[in-house]
């Protein structure tokens, strides 16, 4: 996937060597307190898991899926939650973080001044995401086993996926963030994220909302990604996902080149 | 003296309030939509006879009460003293240190009672209020308002970077208002969990909540909910104003 | 050959235009400085030097090298500290050299070896562990000048290196900047402090609305531009140009401001001497020599900028 994208946006040796080299930046800002939000990062998906897919899970017992198999209610939300963590670490990287690393800390003139270009600054700040999502969603793959939520196959082959959510979103959010005009804004995109969150098939079927509604959702990013990692873990691979698969694609490849195009606009002026 | 701090936040807050309309009215909406909506309609049985939509939007209540109030003592607090520095300006002035924080626990009551009021107008509109007593959630969401805010003022006064908020919100918050009876009964929490659960200040607020809006009796003492609530506000004051004393007056 | 070759060389802002046709040639070893108040095209000019802004229009050539298509060719052979200090407040401050370092791919060895040896050339090497943001203003400059060296750049470009600095700052990092310049390395700098000009620069040029309004060395600027003394007169008046018309034919040229009189002469003795032989005594007199801050005020006009 990487290997599809990357060699139509940059076309210099050294450019994978540079861009690796901002990720060096982040992990060296790896330290105390940050250390420990980073580490506790994994929890959420986790907390989720246990509040909504067990704690209610008791509530609302089993689920038919669109196919007419059955799963528990925890098995139907947890690839959901893998789905929206992969997302929500790929965001926080990509929107709050960068952000304010361009627009406050300057971080990214002093590198402009080194041979890195603005494409692999966001190549690299997205490899870091992509690191940092990666780790979360293994651990909590991990916990999905011992919990008997699916097997350790279909687990192996969901956390491909999610690096594919990663990236997506992390493209997206990435572009979005050139766009930005003041911390105000992230607040319209942490309630979409929140909206997201809520409405994307993550908690109930996408075939339980009114028909327009339900169309709506099925087109949000979101939706793809929990219908790809939930068709995964459930074992219910179909046509489909290949549709998920096309739809976070392309989202990865527009988001990249805007992202690179948007970033040289703002910083070479 | 207490008023003109409390006047000042408030005259702050008109620049921004639309903003804060998104966080603390619509996000709490979208839950009860998504979730309490989406997710009730799968729980055929409903929780103790009441439907589930009915049965966690009181919960839901007591959690965004909490949300406001934590969400307006950490960020505002830490910045306070690390970055736009408000409270030293005041501290020149002649306020008492008990002004400067009481004035300003009152804001944060104003936004938990105001956040709470339009989630109750909605929750009428969605037909989840079964009794008058309905109107007591907003004095039981101020309580506990002030139960979470105060102790949150002592934690931002003696941390000096916001890694240490986000750690708050993962391993208190967000804990918190999973597992403290508003989505599902915590007796169904495993035995250690469910003590935990008991211990946390939401779980009071989300029980009294519960009783005021069904108009049933809560699982607990009633008094026992208003002096744990009560117990929590005091020594967050204690230790939030001793805190405020070390920072300010040196 | 030179090392930075300009000519017409123009950038624009949508409608503003910053930099207005001007030639620059900047030889090997050479410290050259852009002079000129704030809004001159300076620090656009260090831009695009820089290769982080693309020209608008005229030729750019950076080591024999197009910045347009080779920058990052050509950045990996400059060292750049910019007007406002960038470090990253996140990392100590040996991270922050080395991790600057890996950009421009140093070997990790060889990076903390640099960090190193910079440290103890910015006098800093007892703060290496330290996080930047409690530094001074001082230490801070020091640390991005030691930043812009570490990839041993052949031309380093300081924009306004000093400014804000307490006057024991400002002359440390003269004092290293001056070795620099032993070594060989190349130095563009931008300021608009005159004692710092003429304390660095072999050769400088007057930028005023994006255009070069004079060049050459300190020296020959003054003695083209201005004249070997300046005497300054101030009179007990309300108003010192009732005393003006009285005093034509005294030196080469005359500047009245609101609390006193310049008189721009060959020998200010002399013009003291003439001034009381017309009976004007004056409060108080003062001859000193002309420095480039005439020069500039004269090039520039004395209306402020911003």
């Given amino acids: 996937m990487v290997t599809f994208v990357l060699p139509r946006l940059i076309s210099f040796e050294g450019a994978a060597r540079r861009s690796a080299s901002v990720v060096e930046r982040n992990a060296a800002t790896l330290r105390s307190a940050y250390w420990l939000v980073m580490a506790s990062g994994f929890l959420e998906p986790i907390l989720y898991l246990l ?8 509530l609302v017992g089993d689920l038919t899926l669109a196919d007419g198999r059955v799963v528990s209610y925890a098995a139907f939300v947890a690839p959901a939650m893998l789905a929206s963590s992969a997302m929500t670490g790929a965001l926080s990287e990509t929107t709050f973080n960068f952000f304010g690393k361009m627009k406050f800390m300057k971080l990214y003139d002093g590198m402009l001044a080194t041979p890195v270009r603005p494409i692999e600054i966001a190549l690299g700040e997205l490899a870091w995401a992509m690191i940092r999502g990666n780790l979360y969603a293994a651990a909590f793959l991990i ?110 490849a527009i988001g990249l080149s805007v992202a690179g195009r948007r970033i040289e606009k703002l910083l070479c002026k | 003296m207490t008023w003109y701090v409390l006047e000042y936040h408030l005259v702050s807050y008109r620049r921004v309030w639309r903003a804060s309309l998104l966080s603390s009215f619509v996000l709490p909406l979208l839950t009860m939509l998504g979730f309490g909506v989406g997710v009730g309609a799968y729980v055929t049985g409903g929780v103790g006879g009441v439907p589930y939509l009915d049965w966690m939007v009181p919960g839901l209540l007591a959690s ?67 009794s008058w007593w309905a109107l007591a959630a907003l004095p039981i969401a101020a309580l506990v308002g002030l139960s979470v805010a105060a102790p949150t003022f002592a934690y931002a006064a003696t941390i000096r970077s916001d890694s240490y908020l986000a750690i708050l919100f ?41 009783s005021a809006t069904l108009g049933t009796a809560p699982s607990w003492s009633a008094p026992g909910h208003l002096l744990y609530l009560t117990l929590w506000a005091a020594t967050g004051w204690y230790l939030a104003h001793r805190q405020f004393t070390r920072r300010l007056v040196v | ?28 070893g050479e410290a050259f400085g852009f002079l000129g108040p704030n809004g001159a095209g300076k620090s656009s000019t260090m831009r695009m030097i820089g290769c982080v802004s693309p020209p608008t229009g ?9 910045p347009r298509r080779e920058g990052p060719a050509i950045r990996a052979r400059l060292g750049v500290c910019p007007q406002l200090d960038n470090l990253d407040l996140e990392l100590t401050v040996r991270e922050n050299l080395t991790t600057y370092a890996r950009f421009f791919g140093l070997p990790r060895k060889v990076a903390r070896r640099r ?65 620099l310049k032993q070594q060989g390395v190349t130095l563009v700098l931008t300021t608009h402090y005159m004692d710092e000009a003429e304390q660095l620069c072999d050769r400088l040029v007057v930028m005023d609305g994006g255009r070069i309004v004079a060049e050459g060395s300190p020296r020959a600027l003054i003695e083209r531009h201005s004249t070997r003394e300046v005497v300054e007169l101030r009179f007990e008046a309300e108003s010192q140009e009732a005393f003006a018309g009285k005093l034509a034919g005294v030196g080469e040229r005359l500047e009245i401001l609101p609390d006193r009189i310049l008189l721009y002469v060959a020998d200010g003795d002399a013009a003291v001497a003439e001034v009381q032989a017309r009976a004007l005594p004056p409060a108080s007199v003062l001859v000193r020599r002309s420095s480039l801050e005439d020069v500039f005020l004269h090039l520039t006009g004395r209306t402020l900028v911003d």
């Fill in chain 1, 51 to 58: 509040s909504i897919g067990v704690g209610v899970g008791s």
């Fill in chain 1, 143 to 252: 916990i999905m086993v011992a919990m008997d939520l699916t097997t350790p196959l279909r687990a192996l082959a969901a956390w491909t996926a999610t690096i594919l959510v990663g990236l997506a979103f992390g493209a997206a959010g990435m572009a979005l963030s050139t766009y930005m005009r003041s911390w105000q804004d992230f607040d319209l995109v942490a309630s979409a994220q929140f909206a997201l969150f809520l409405f994307s098939g993550t908690f109930v079927p996408a075939t339980a909302y009114p028909a327009a509604l339900r169309w709506l959702v099925e087109a949000t990013p979101l939706y793809r990604a929990v219908d790809l990692v939930r068709a995964i873990t459930t074992g219910g691979l179909g046509w489909t996902q290949l549709i998920d698969i096309a739809y976070l694609l392309t989202v990865v």
């Fill in chain 2, 64 to 130: 965004t009460a909490m949300q406001i109030a934590i969400g307006d003592s950490s960020w505002p607090v830490l910045g306070g003293f690390e970055w736009q520095r408000t409270y030293f300006g005041q501290a020149a002035a002649p306020l008492r240190v008990a002004d400067i924080l009481g004035g300003n626990l009152l804001f944060v009551v104003f936004r938990t009672l105001t956040g709470s009021a339009a989630f109750l107008l909605t929750a009428l509109a969605f037909g989840t209020l079964h």
């Fill in chain 2, 170 to 210: 993962r391993l208190g918050v967000i804990p918190m208002s999973l597992f403290s009876g508003v989505f599902f009964p915590v007796e169904s929490l495993p035995p250690p969990a469910r003590w935990l659960a008991y211990a946390s200040p939401l779980w009071h607020g989300a029980d009294l909540t519960r």
């Fill in chain 3, 1 to 28: 050959m030179s090392l930075i070759h300009a000519r017409g060389l123009v950038k624009r802002f949508g409608d503003f235009t910053a930099v207005d046709g001007i030639d620059v040639d900047v030889a090997r």
């Fill in chain 3, 58 to 66: 005229g030729v750019l050539r950076i080591l024999d090298r197009d």
């Fill in chain 3, 115 to 179: 960090a190193d040896e910079l440290l103890d050339f910015v006098q800093l090497t007892e703060r290496a562990d330290s996080r930047v943001e409690p530094l001074s203003g001082g230490m801070k400059r020091r640390l991005t000048i030691a930043r812009a060296l570490v990839n041993e750049p052949e031309i380093v470009l300081l924009d306004e290196p000093t400014t804000g600095l307490d006057p024991q700052a400002r002359h440390l990092v003269w004092e290293r900047l001056f070795r």
